[in-house]
């Protein structure tokens, strides 16, 4: 509670009591007016630091989702390069069946033709 006192002509203020002080209404209105506004002002004070810590929670947990999202990112772009690494091992060892089955595949062809005239000259020489 604020108390005022006044220092003005002893015909204005009388002391009635030890505590007690008459203090011109003018005063009066201009100490409540400035108690109202003080208690307004804590009030809007106290719903900034509120607001404050609020958007506080907010920022930190959307810099956490930021920060989950960078690590997702990471894994994902090291998952994407194995992958890469995996398909182009994979399309050698298919590169290399490739070639076998074509050196296999002529080579069938050379034994058909060696048995074939094998064949033919084991007939020759039995007739």
Request: proline fraction near 1%; charge should be neutral.
């Amino acid at each position: 509670m604020i108390c005022l006192m006044m220092m003005s002509s002893a015909s204005s203020q009388q002391l009635l009591t030890d505590s007690t002080v008459i203090v011109p209404v003018k005063s009066l209105r201009k100490a409540l007016e400035m108690k109202i506004y003080y208690n307004s002002c804590r009030d809007e004070l106290g719903v900034a630091r509120d607001s404050i810590r609020i958007q506080d929670s907010i920022i930190f947990n959307q810099d956490a989702t930021i920060v989950n999202l960078v690590h997702q990112t990471e894994v994902y772009r090291v998952n994407e390069r194995n992958y890469e690494t995996t398909v182009k091992y994979k399309d050698k060892i298919i590169e290399i069946k490739e070639e076998e089955i074509t050196k296999l595949k002529s080579t069938v062809k050379v034994l058909t033709g060696t048995v074939v005239l094998t064949a033919v000259s084991f007939l020759l020489v039995l007739l």
